[in-house]
């Protein structure tokens, strides 16, 4: 059975450093050929009716007291970037939320310790944290969230959910939660800053490693270094990479997790910049990795995870088993303002290494399985392994398609 190897040279800091600068979090000044718009405002047919609706409310509006006029205009901001049609992407966020807002790139975040799925308009937990507030709590995977903080949150996407779970770190997120049929329940849970185990794994049957990972953050590709280095020390010939629930992060950990599984070289995305100009990323420092492997994804597998996933099935080295991913195709860049408010805005449309572009259709397994259920879903427990006969016992049905894929059964 082949190794683990690692070829090509050191990394081009600086030109990842851009990129990263550009995709995923940089600050856009006045010098960005994105700083000046085409149309003024005011050139606009519906300006005008936006001054006089402004107008109409501050004159006449009953409740006079009710009016504010920095919520309504934070307000008309979010609407006119929603319009924009990058859902789930690029978004306005106002300085109250902004200033409470998880930072979650470092490894850590402030929060109660949950991922939620939105995907069915009931938002539902579908991760805990070990040893978080939402832990201590007795919230489990599969619990759906009715209210958070007074707010009724069915229909929101994932990341108006996450919005309204936004308070100061020493008030408490005040939930509604509902598990199967069973009356719902009140819940009140601090908020805290949360140590991020970000890759776990295990094997099955002592032959097939199975890892997941649920963001991009600092370090996320060391640590499936690690997770994959010390598999092929336990024994591993096959490997199930689990993107399920990874909504991406840094372009940075991405372009590192890519290279331990393709060759130097080897296509990673196409970039398409609004003047029209294009940019091939490859992978440097690459890996001659031989395993078999299947990458598995849902509907919440979005952004740097649909790159990797692309560009490692494009490349011939894993098989895609599941769900379409969410179909986030553009890049984003970051700008705060003076007030606090933060805009994330798509600055370069990318597509998959063969020229596909995913951009809110998804990328599409090889093998398509639905898992209608989170809580049916497996996660690797550190330091503990399974078997394929266990696994089978249960009701993920997206792992059983992997472990039959890669074990030859019928």
Same mark, same amino acid.
């Not at 007795?138 to 958070?148: L, N, Q, T, Y």
């Not at 553009?330 to 596909?356: C, I, K, M, R």
């Given at each position: 059975? +082949? ?17 990263? %600068? ?12 994105? %700083? ?15 001054? $006089? ?59 109660? !310790? ?22 201590? #709590? ?7 969230? =009715?209210?958070?903080?007074?707010? &009724?949150?069915? !229909?929101?996407?994932?990341? *108006? ?17 509902? =598990?199967?049929?069973?009356? +719902? ?5 601090? =908020? ?16 097939? #490693?199975?890892?997941? /990972?649920t963001s991009f953050v600092e370090g996320s590709a060391a640590e499936v270094e690690k997770a994959v280095d010390e598999a092929i020390d336990a024994g591993a010939e096959y490997f199930i990479l689990d993107l399920r629930y990874n909504g991406g992060g ?5 372009? &590192? ?28 420092? !690459?890996?001659? /990795? ?14 740097? %995870? ?26 984003? #860049?970051?700008?705060?303002? *003076? &007030? ?6 798509? @600055? ?20 398509? @399985? ?29 792992? $059983?398609?992997?472990? &039959? /894929? ?5």
């Amino acid at each position: 059975m +082949p190794r683990f190897r690692r070829s090509g040279a050191k990394r081009a800091v600086q030109t990842i450093a851009l990129l990263f %600068a550009l995709l995923f979090g940089g600050i856009i000044g006045a010098n960005s050929p994105f %700083a000046n718009a085409d149309t003024a405002i005011d050139d606009t047919e519906a300006w005008s009716t936006f001054e $006089q609706v402004w107008q109409i409310l501050m004159d006449e509006y009953v409740d006079p007291e009710s009016l504010d006029p920095e919520a309504l205009m934070y307000g008309a901001i979010t609407g006119m970037v929603e319009a924009v049609g990058d859902t789930g992407h690029t978004r306005f966020i106002d300085p109250e939320v902004a200033a409470l807002s998880d930072t979650d790139l470092e490894g850590e975040y402030i929060g109660i !310790g949950i991922t939620i799925d939105s995907t069915n308009a009931r938002p539902v937990v579908a991760g805990v944290f070990e040893g978080s507030p939402a832990d201590a #709590a007795g919230i489990e995977i599969g619990d759906v969230i =009715r209210e958070v903080n007074g707010i &009724d949150v069915f !229909g929101m996407r994932t990341e *108006e959910v996450n919005e309204a779970f936004q308070s100061p770190i020493d008030e408490p997120v005040e939930l509604v939660l509902q =598990r199967g049929d069973e009356e +719902p329940v009140e819940v009140s849970i601090l =908020r805290e800053a949360i140590e991020i185990d970000e890759v776990t794994w295990w094997m099955i049957d002592d032959n097939v #490693a199975h890892i997941s /990972f649920t963001s991009f953050v600092e370090g996320s590709a060391a640590e499936v270094e690690k997770a994959v280095d010390e598999a092929i020390d336990a024994g591993a010939e096959y490997f199930i990479l689990d993107l399920r629930y990874n909504g991406g992060g840094l372009i940075t950990e991405l372009l &590192d997790v890519v290279a331990l599984f393709l060759p130097t070289g080897t296509p990673v995305q196409n970039l398409e910049y609004r003047d029209g100009t294009t940019e091939r990323l490859t992978v440097r420092n !690459g890996t001659e /990795f031989e395993y078999p492997m299947v990458i598995l994804t849902n509907r919440s597998t979005g952004s740097a %995870a649909e790159v990797t996933t692309a560009a490692i099935n494009e490349a011939g080295v894993a098989t895609v088993i599941g769900e379409v991913t969410s179909g986030t195709g553009t890049g984003l #860049a970051n700008q705060e303002f *003076e &007030d606090g408010s933060h805009l994330s805005y798509g @600055v370069v449309l990318w597509t998959t290494p063969s020229g596909e572009s995913i951009w809110k259709v998804g990328y599409e397994p090889d093998i398509d @399985v639905e898992l209608d259920n989170v809580i049916d879903r497996v996660v690797p427990e550190d330091g503990n392994s399974t078997t394929s006969t266990e696994i089978d016992s249960g009701a993920d049905l997206q792992l $059983q398609a992997a472990l &039959d /894929f890669l074990l030859g059964d019928d």
